[in-house]
Each structure stands twice: as C-alpha cells, then as structure tokens.
C-alpha cells in the first residue's frame, strides 16, 4: 500500500511544517556527515541551527552538476557504502554521468512517491502497464517499474527498444498505459503504422511520457496517433529519477510531490529567489532520501510555479513545462529560443512531422546568425510537385520570424530520414555530425 497519499491535499501550513521539520533534519544530516556540505555551509558562514524557517532556506549554498562530478562517485553520500542497496546514473546528456546511491528506505520512497505519481495522471490498479523507459542505470524504467508494482498496476517491463515486439505484446496483453519518453511514443506509432495496426484501435487509453522536453503540439501529435491520453511526468537522477512532479487531470502545470521535495525558481544569473510565477531555474531540495541528500540543487531547467490551489484537491504547487534546459538555449541575432518552442511553432503547420532537427556551428557555440532547421514532411506533401514544398518552406520561414523572431533556413527533408532515438531525442546537432 501507498504510504502518506493524504499528503497531498494536505492544508499549505500543515505541509509547511512538515517541510521545515524535515529541511531542518537534512541541513543536519549533511552538515555532519558530507565534508563537502559542511565546507559549503561554513562559507556562507550558515549552520544547521540557523535554519528556523522555510525562508532561511536561500542562506544555504546551491549545488550543481559539477558538484556532483567533481565529488564523483561516493564523495556525497551521508550514510555509509554498506546501507546503499542501488546505484543508478544519470543518461549523460551533457557530459559526464553522475550517480545516484539510495537506502532501502529511499527506494520504499520512492516507490510511494512514483505510485502517488502514477494515481495523479491517471493510472488505476487495474491497468496493464507497458513500461517502455530504458531499464538498468537509468531511473526512468525501474523508477516506474516500482511505483506502478506498488501501485498493483500489472507490469510489462519491456523496457525501450525491439519496437515491433512491443506493439504485439501491446496488442496480445490488452495494454491499457504506456510509459515512454514522448519520441519514443512516436516511434511506436510510426511502428505500428508500418505493422499495419492502428493503435487507436487496442486498448492503449494513457501516456505517461517524460523525461526530455516536449511542447503542447507535440503532446496533440501523440494523443492523436496513438489515441491516448498523454500525461507529462518530470524528474531527474540527482533529486531522486521520475516522480518530481506530474500532471493532474486538469492539466494546469505539473504537481510537484513537496513532502519530499522542496522548489524554489531562482534567477539564473544573480542565484536570486524569484516570486511564485515567475520563470527562472527550479531548484530542488530533497526533504527525504537518506544516500545523497542534495541541498538547492540547481536544475538548470527553466520553469515557473504556481501556488494557487488546484481544482482536483492537491495542494502542491505546480510547475509549468519545461521549456528547455538552461544549457540548451540557442541564441539566434541575440534572440534567446529552446528547442521546444521551435518544435512548437513546426509543428502548428500543416504538413509537418514531428521530427526535425536543428543544426548550429559548434564552432560559434550555441549564437548565430542564423539557424538551419530539417524538418521532415508527411508523405503526401513530399510527393507533391515542388511548388508545394517551396510553398511550405517559405511559410516555416515566415511563422519562425513571426513568433519566434528568428532567422532560419529551413531544409524540408524525406519522411523517415531523421535519426530516430530510443530515449531521449537529440534536437540539436552540429553541422559536423550531419551530412550536408
Ligand atoms: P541527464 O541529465 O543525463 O539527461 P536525467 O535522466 O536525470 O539525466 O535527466 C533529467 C533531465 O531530463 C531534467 O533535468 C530535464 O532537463 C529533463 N526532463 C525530465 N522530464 C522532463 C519533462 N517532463 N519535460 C522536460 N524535460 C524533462
Ligand atoms: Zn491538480
């Protein structure tokens, strides 16, 4: 059964207490027992003793990515190797990995955390779930394999790849959810398309897609093809691996489980705490895990929060959607664009896949002048005549200058000719990995 699930309807003061006390017992725990928390404490001349209220949590020092790297592997821990009963590490994406050690006791966390998750985008015990998110170091397959088990959800672990047996196990098992990154969603319908199965037609009801950014286009794209529907769910290996946050059935951001971790939005530059609403860089604390506790982790992912009671009950505060990563920021003319809102505006015109790429000179690092983008076009406007593709391509142009207020060279490209990735999606290439 799931430990705390009142927890999240819980009144805002009552939570505030319950944050504060355990905030109060993880600034401890770190202080005595991480020589690299303690080292930071003391340089922002804080204690454990000074924090006596949420607010005092901008007095504590930030943690980053190359905290994480530079304390590689165990450098973090806060309880001894032998009471860490996993390891994973995070995919990778942008640069070395990191690893995440947990107790038992952090893996019955999350277990709950993940189960609570699963209930709020909808899934029921009764459900036959095909967990598609890679298994072994990645947080993603086991995060859920544990969560919907706890649940009582009966579990397919699939895991990610060999699509064309999964769109038959899908079919022979009567699978009700599927879980998988939002690319991976797509490729199974393409899959299916080719196997001659309309997915719309099985019993597949529910997405619960996450893990790399995906716009609101992108989400009508998959419920649409796969006729679901689709759930974000946001984590990440330094806080805990999926169960952050997620969407509740009023899709108005996603909650984030703030029993167990703490959120504040931060300005990016100055490291400044931001006011509920507005957009900056989350920042994470967790409130529970015993192996490696982090204190203000810096997501580098740009969000902005929103505190307003809910509709459905819950009190945690959401979360917008990611627009990207801090680091993935391109800047076109001075223009500051993600991949996501460029996959926003593609995918608002008639004709267009959901797959493309975008292709910068690593050599000007992420600023240009201008921006190459291969956009894949759907089969019938591909074997048209010309006139419509030039026709296509112009009007690309015109909506990337309009609403994004970017220069961009768009190259209309063959259905299917654009890498497919398993996982997460690579979005931004350099020219050099790409035939010209
Ligand atoms: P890596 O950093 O190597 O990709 P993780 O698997 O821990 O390793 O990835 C976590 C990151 O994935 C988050 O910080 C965020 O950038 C991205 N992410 C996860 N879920 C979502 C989501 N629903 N929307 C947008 N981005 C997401
Ligand atoms: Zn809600």
């Given amino acids: 059964m799931i430990r705390d699930p009142e927890n999240e309807r819980m009144p805002r003061k009552d939570l505030e207490n319950v944050q504060l006390r355990r905030l109060q017992a993880r600034a401890k725990d770190v202080y005595e027992k991480v020589p690299f928390y303690r080292k930071a404490f003391k340089e922002r001349k804080v204690t454990p003793e000074d924090v006596r209220s949420l607010t005092d949590l901008s007095r504590l020092p930030f943690t980053s990515k190359l905290d994480f790297r530079d304390n590689y592997p165990y450098g973090l821990l806060a309880t001894p190797l032998n009471?860490?009963?996993?390891?994973?590490?995070?995919?990778?994406?942008?640069?070395?990995?990191?690893?995440?050690?947990?107790?038992?006791?952090?893996?019955?966390?999350?277990?709950?955390?993940?189960?609570?998750?699963?209930?709020?985008?909808?899934?029921?015990?009764?459900?036959?779930?095909?967990?598609?998110?890679?298994?072994?170091?990645?947080?993603?397959?086991?995060?859920?394999?544990?969560?919907?088990?706890?649940?009582?959800?009966?579990?397919?672990?699939?895991?990610?790849?060999?699509?064309?047996?999964?769109?038959?196990?899908?079919?022979?098992?009567?699978?009700?959810?599927?879980?998988?990154?939002?690319?991976?969603?797509?490729?199974?319908?393409?899959?299916?398309?080719?196997?001659?199965?309309?997915?719309?037609?099985?019993?597949?009801?529910?997405?619960?897609?996450?893990?790399e950014p995906w716009?609101?286009?992108?989400?009508?794209?998959?419920?649409?093809?796969?006729?679901?529907?689709?759930?974000?769910?946001?984590?990440?290996?330094?806080?805990?691996?999926?169960?952050?946050?997620?969407?509740?059935?009023?899709?108005?951001?996603?909650?984030?489980?703030?029993?167990?971790?703490?959120?504040?939005?931060?300005?990016?530059?100055?490291?400044?705490?931001?006011?509920?609403?507005?957009?900056?860089?989350?920042?994470?604390?967790?409130?529970?895990?015993?192996a490696q506790p982090v204190i203000r982790y810096r997501t580098r992912d740009i969000v902005s929060l929103d505190r307003e009671p809910c509709d459905c009950g819950r009190t945690h505060v959401r979360m917008s959607r990611v627009t990207g990563r801090s680091d993935d920021m391109l800047i076109i003319r001075g223009v500051n664009v993600f991949p996501s809102q460029i996959e926003s505006v593609l995918l608002e015109v008639e004709g267009v896949e959901p797959h493309y790429l975008i292709v910068v000179d690593r050599k000007n690092a992420f600023s240009s002048d201008e921006l190459e983008i291969w956009v894949e076009v759907s089969d019938n406007v591909f074997s048209d005549e010309m006139q419509k593709m030039e026709k296509l391509e112009k009007r690309l142009r015109a909506e990337m200058d309009s609403v994004l207020g970017i220069s961009a060279r768009i190259k209309l490209v063959e259905p299917k000719t654009i890498a497919r990735t398993e996982g997460k999606a690579k979005r931004v290439v350099d020219r050099s990995e790409v035939a010209p």
């Fill in 215 to 290: 716009s609101e286009q992108m989400r009508n794209d998959i419920e649409e093809r796969l006729g679901i529907r689709a759930v974000n769910i946001y984590g990440l290996t330094e806080v805990v691996g999926p169960g952050v946050s997620v969407e509740c059935e009023r899709r108005c951001g996603m909650h984030i489980a703030e029993d167990h971790f703490l959120a504040e939005v931060i300005d990016p530059h100055s490291g400044d705490p931001l006011p509920y609403g507005e957009q900056g860089e989350l920042v994470i604390t967790t409130l529970t895990k015993e």
């Fill in 83 to 211: 009471r860490v009963v996993r390891i994973h590490s995070s995919s990778g994406t942008t640069g070395k990995p990191i690893v995440a050690p947990y107790t038992q006791s952090d893996i019955d966390n999350w277990s709950d955390i993940m189960a609570r998750t699963l209930v709020t985008a909808g899934v029921r015990s009764d459900d036959i779930l095909q967990n598609a998110y890679g298994y072994g170091l990645f947080t993603g397959g086991l995060g859920f394999h544990y969560g919907a088990e706890r649940l009582g959800a009966t579990v397919i672990p699939t895991g990610g790849g060999n699509t064309k047996r999964q769109i038959i196990l899908l079919q022979d098992l009567g699978t009700t959810v599927i879980t998988c990154t939002p690319s991976y969603a797509l490729i199974l319908a393409e899959t299916a398309l080719d196997m001659g199965v309309d997915l719309r037609e099985t019993k597949l009801r529910l997405g619960v897609c996450g893990a």
